[in-house]
């Protein structure tokens, strides 16, 4: 075959290290953009960027020589100093260690952009830690609760 093609969509969802509530309603936006930005300039092409104060979803649509595991390293690493380097939060801000992927297909696509699209709406009746772990076990995600989320997010 001379070209490859894909279709890889992938819903990234990772929180702020001890799940603290610090990403800033007021440059929210210039965050996501920034972002948007990042997963872009790794051949990716962000389909919906949403988040609430203590987490993150974004849904891409990745290249098969895209790794998961490094574009996140690359969001969470290169986000978090540009966010330090604004003076944004009064500490350090760090994203958690880890990351949920959960691939989907084209047809379910539009259902999950409008999920990420209504966060806000839908974290007024599930908090962070309770909305993390019903899509792991929606989409048959094995995990043990003790090492769910970092010992040092507590930090």
């Known amino acids: 075959m001379a070209n490859t093609y894909s279709q890889l969509y992938v819903h990234f ?37 949403n988040s609430i104060p203590d987490h993150m979803h974004i849904v891409v649509s990745m290249k098969p020589d895209v790794s998961p595991s490094i574009l996140m390293r690359d969001v969470k690493a290169i986000s978090s100093k540009w966010i330090n380097e604004n003076k944004w939060v009064p500490m350090t801000f760090r994203w958690q260690t880890g990351f949920a992927a959960i691939s989907h297909s084209h047809a379910q696509l539009p259902t999950v952009i409008r999920y990420v699209e209504r966060q806000e709406e839908h974290h007024q009746k599930k908090d962070w830690k309770a909305e993390y772990r019903a899509i792991l076990d929606r989409y048959g995600i094995a995990y043990d609760p003790k090492y769910l989320f970092d010992d040092d997010d507590d930090e």
Do not use: D, M, Q, W
């Open 13 to 49: 969802i990772f929180g702020v290290r001890g799940r603290r509530a610090l990403i800033p309603s007021a440059h929210k936006e210039e965050i996501h953009k920034y972002i948007c930005g990042v997963i872009t300039n790794r051949k990716c092409h962000v389909y919906a960027i």
